[in-house]
């Protein structure tokens, strides 16, 4: 990564929540353990099915979530600048439910994986809780929007009140 990138990403991460609570050189400490990755409009960045052995935190552009069923993909989700994605694989070991595909040329990411992880929680301990905390705060914000599409579309389907 040039330094140029590197300051970039200081900046851009310092101003995300992620970060909110850590000093500059523990976001810098953070970058030290992430890898800086670019995708093409509608590349795969973690394919279903796979255990995931990494998360990924959107800086540019923005990801789909899909889910494939009998070779018809559903959008299901969009992860957005400033938010996580795959973490629920990488927590909990299961494969992926879901694709990430990039939806944007220049889509970037920082992706850290199970062994830089397992480096960070042990060198920097403070850090990977911060980590930890966005990836709660990312399911959370899924969950709710997965929640609200579904309630929508049953008032759509059934009507105000009933299911």
Do not use: Q
């Given at each position: 990564m040039s330094p140029t990138t590197r300051k970039t990403l200081t900046s851009i991460l310092n101003q995300q929540y992620l970060c909110e609570s850590l000093t500059i050189k523990e976001v810098e400490t953070l970058l030290d353990f992430t890898e800086f990755v670019t995708f093409d409009r509608d590349a795969v960045i973690a394919d279903a099915g796979e255990v995931g052995d990494a998360l990924y935190f959107v800086i540019k552009g923005e990801a789909a979530l899909?889910?494939?069923?009998n070779g018809q993909d559903m959008e299901v989700g969009r992860m957005v600048e400033g938010e996580l994605m795959g973490e629920m694989s990488f927590f909990d070991r299961e494969p992926r439910l879901?694709?990430?595909?990039?939806?944007?040329?220049?889509?970037q990411v920082l992706k850290l994986t199970r062994k830089m992880y397992e480096r960070l929680r042990v060198e920097y301990p403070y850090i990977a809780v911060n980590l930890l905390e966005h990836a709660i705060i990312s399911l959370d914000h899924l969950v709710r929007r997965v929640s609200e599409q579904e309630v929508t579309l049953s008032r759509y389907i059934f009507g105000p009140g009933k299911r």
């Open positions: 899909i889910y494939s069923d879901l694709a990430m595909r990039a939806l944007k040329d220049d889509t």
